[in-house]
């Protein structure tokens, strides 16, 4: 598709700028990538946002998403460098196990990584020496080198990421800020009752987020997961409807959008070190 060879079946290095101009695709892709985009080539969508990318910015994508790149049909040139791998390569290894931790493989529309050029430079070394290993005849070393070379990329962008989360400090605060409100608007409405507990999905669909992209920007601002985080906030609101003795236990839990008084009883115990019952008779 994009006049390259194809130098090993599991695994290249695409130079997007050989192909002729192609029109804009919808397509799902069963395998990884990691693009860097050297222009602004067009609106390149996941789900319903799109990505928020300029000249030197690294986007990811995992097996089975849809990819859209609009206006769809409109002939363009693209432009960058893709870094593509089948799952099967890294199946067994040491990374097959790990690729789950790298969460930016999850990450969507405004969360894509924007490179400095120091950064750049680290990310091409990496692909030099991906694409050195693949253009030259395979030997018994030859997969434990890519594999290698593979992890150092990962382990620099998870290093860059967190750069990026600590300059983008004035966003994450009001993303923070928005997150408190919406939960405790949802805490203190009907929709515990009516919905049940709320999770970690329904505030990044809120924020305009993805899951992943979510979570890892509470736990890096909050030291806290996104669940716990939701969790702490319940349990504040759990403490005072306990001590009104008028509603059993059973009945706060049921409040407070748990199906199972048991459910709440465990979770209490779990974060408070003590059960809702004891909790009550100490007040």
């Not at 985080?229 to 009104?244: G, P, S, T």
Request: hydrophobic share 35%; net charge negative; glycine share 6%.
């Amino acid at each position: 598709m994009f006049s390259n060879k194809t130098l090993h079946p599991l695994i290249n290095i695409v130079d997007l700028n050989k192909s002729e101009p192609l029109p804009r695709p919808k397509f799902t892709i069963n395998f990884y990538a990691i693009i860097i985009k050297d222009s602004k080539c067009g609106d390149l969508r996941y789900g319903n946002q799109y990505y928020d990318y300029d000249e030197g910015t690294l986007v990811f994508f995992s097996p089975n998403q849809i990819i859209t790149s609009e206006p769809l049909g409109e002939l363009h040139q693209p432009f960058g460098i893709a870094l593509v791998f089948h799952p099967d390569f890294i199946a067994g290894t040491s990374l097959g196990k790990q690729i789950h931790e790298y969460t930016f493989f999850g990450y969507q529309s405004n969360e894509a990584l924007h490179l400095s050029e120091k950064e750049r430079s680290v990310v091409n070394q990496c692909f030099e020496n991906i694409s050195t290993e693949i253009s030259q005849n395979i030997d018994r070393h030859s997969k434990k080198l890519i594999i290698a070379n593979l992890e150092l990329l990962l382990k620099y962008c998870n290093r860059f990421y967190d750069r990026q989360f600590i300059t983008r400090e004035n966003v994450n605060q009001g993303i923070i800020e928005r997150f408190e409100t919406l939960l405790n608007e949802y805490i203190f409405s009907e929709k515990l009752k009516t919905e049940g507990l709320p999770s970690v999905a329904y505030f990044a669909d809120e924020l305009h987020l993805s899951a992943n992209y979510f979570g890892d920007l509470i736990k890096k601002e909050t030291g806290k997961s996104a669940l716990d985080f939701i969790h702490l906030r319940l349990l504040e609101v759990a403490k005072e409807k306990i001590l009104d003795t008028t509603k059993s236990i059973s009945e706060v839990a049921f409040d407070l959008g748990f199906k199972y008084p048991q459910h709440f009883t465990r979770l209490f115990k779990q974060k408070v070190g003590i059960s809702p019952n004891e909790y009550r008779g100490l007040n």
